[in-house]
């Protein structure tokens, strides 16, 4: 019971010291208005236009939300030594880090669903599959949120932080099939698309909206929650490395 208690008062520290901040929030609700607004506006009235944009929308609002402000935040803490003092608390180092994710898990899954509402004005909803937009959303916004974590554990400086996350972010914006299909890439470039974890999560939300999925859900969620699990090892074995050892 201490361990959760721990964990929620991590967590709604975050909350209120980051996440619930006016510019956050303003940004939280501006990003992803303004890329739907974008997109909407350029692919005309036409519906199918509109939906068949609208899983890059998600994914996008999902990723920049999560990765860059987890990465800014977690190196911001670094560079004025509070995060080491976390890592003093007697609490596991796995839990920890699932307190300071969390927040962001939940940036992510407020941001994706900024774009599905505004979707709800312009195209017939009806025939989406919403378990699996609600799943993929998830581990969307987990996997990007790792990613982040991943970033900001292997930076020491916040705009270090910030260009290695664009290292990652503008790939997976032309590599991962939102908005065109991974075969129109050129042959040479589509082994690196499978290597990103997007591409599966992009997969799932172009099924659940308009049923175009090039691989079977299974597999997509599967091979999507693997590169969550990755990820965060990853951050932990860099965590244990640089600062316990």
């Given at each position: 019971?201490?361990?959760?208690?721990?964990?929620?008062n991590?967590?709604?520290?975050?909350?209120?010291?980051y996440?619930?901040k006016?510019?956050?929030?303003?940004?939280?609700l501006?990003f992803?208005?303004?890329?739907?607004?974008?997109?909407?506006?350029?692919?005309g009235?036409?519906?199918d236009?509109?939906?068949?944009?609208?899983?890059?929308?998600i994914a996008?609002?999902?990723?920049?939300?999560?990765?860059?402000l987890?990465?800014?935040?977690?190196t911001?803490?670094?560079?004025?030594?509070?995060?080491?003092?976390?890592?003093?608390?007697?609490?596991p180092l796995?839990?920890?880090?699932?307190?300071?994710?969390?927040?962001?898990v939940?940036f992510?899954?407020?941001?994706?669903?900024?774009p599905?509402?505004?979707?709800?004005?312009?195209?017939?909803?009806?025939?989406?599959?919403?378990?699996q937009l609600?799943v993929?959303?998830?581990?969307?916004?987990?996997?990007?949120?790792?990613?982040g974590?991943?970033?900001a554990?292997?930076?020491?400086?916040?705009?270090e932080?910030?260009?290695?996350?664009?290292?990652?972010?503008?790939?997976?914006?032309?590599l991962?099939?939102?908005?065109?299909p991974?075969?129109?890439?050129?042959?040479?470039?589509?082994?690196?698309?499978?290597?990103?974890p997007?591409t599966?999560?992009a997969?799932?939300?172009?099924g659940?909206?308009?049923?175009?999925?090039?691989?079977?859900v299974v597999?997509?969620?599967?091979v999507?929650?693997?590169?969550c699990?990755?990820?965060?090892?990853?951050s932990?074995r860099n965590?244990?490395?640089?600062?316990?050892?």
């Amino acid at each position: 019971m201490k361990l959760w208690i721990a964990f929620w008062n991590i967590l709604a520290k975050d909350f209120r010291t980051y996440y619930l901040k006016p510019p956050n929030i303003s940004w939280g609700l501006i990003f992803p208005l303004a890329w739907t607004g974008m997109f909407f506006i350029k692919s005309g009235s036409g519906l199918d236009s509109i939906s068949s944009i609208l899983p890059g929308v998600i994914a996008l609002s999902i990723l920049f939300g999560t990765t860059s402000l987890l990465a800014v935040t977690v190196t911001f803490e670094k560079k004025n030594r509070s995060f080491e003092r976390l890592l003093l608390a007697p609490i596991p180092l796995e839990l920890l880090m699932l307190a300071k994710t969390g927040g962001a898990v939940l940036f992510g899954i407020a941001n994706a669903f900024v774009p599905v509402i505004m979707g709800m004005f312009f195209m017939d909803m009806g025939n989406v599959i919403w378990w699996q937009l609600a799943v993929t959303v998830v581990l969307i916004s987990i996997s990007s949120t790792f990613l982040g974590l991943f970033v900001a554990v292997s930076v020491s400086e916040v705009f270090e932080a910030q260009t290695f996350s664009n290292f990652f972010h503008f790939p997976m914006v032309f590599l991962c099939g939102l908005f065109f299909p991974i075969a129109a890439l050129p042959f040479f470039l589509r082994p690196l698309a499978y290597l990103l974890p997007l591409t599966y999560g992009a997969d799932l939300l172009h099924g659940a909206i308009n049923h175009t999925a090039q691989r079977p859900v299974v597999l997509n969620l599967l091979v999507l929650a693997g590169f969550c699990i990755v990820l965060f090892l990853c951050s932990m074995r860099n965590i244990k490395k640089k600062w316990i050892n």
